[in-house]
């Protein structure tokens, strides 16, 4: 099993930047797929961004797209999103989600994840 912990949330002005980390730990990091959805208040969890085990392959939903950009660092053990161009409608919590991806490099809109971290909350003022 992956652990997961986000950091790098706040508060930060329409068109400003912001990045994500999300450091994993317990398992070979390599061999992860990795995800970023965010939840907004009262709206269902959304899938963001996502990265291949191998890096190869990446998925970003249509309003982050040529915003959001996700990488990651396997000697870090780390993934990162790095947003920029905020907009207040990306208010919202935002989580790290990891899964062993060995036998694909898909990680498109119907790929499931099965570990979380806590969610780090990101707030773009107006």
């Known amino acids: 099993q992956v652990q997961l912990a986000e950091s790098g949330g706040g508060m930060v002005q329409a068109g400003g930047s912001l990045r994500l980390s999300c450091a994993a730990s317990?398992?070979?990091?390599?061999?992860?797929?990795m995800g970023w959805f965010r939840q907004a208040p009262g709206k269902e969890r959304e899938y963001v961004v996502g990265i291949s085990w191998s890096g190869v392959k990446t998925y970003y939903v249509e309003s982050v797209k040529g915003r959001f950009t996700i990488s990651r660092d396997n000697a870090k053990s780390t993934v990162y999103l790095q947003m920029n161009s905020l907009k207040p409608e990306d208010t919202a919590v935002y989580y790290c989600a990891a899964d062993l991806g060995l036998n694909s490099d898909y990680v498109g809109p119907l790929y499931e994840y099965h570990y979380w971290g806590q969610g780090t909350q990101v707030t773009v003022s107006s």
């Open positions: 317990g398992r070979t990091f390599s061999g992860y797929a």
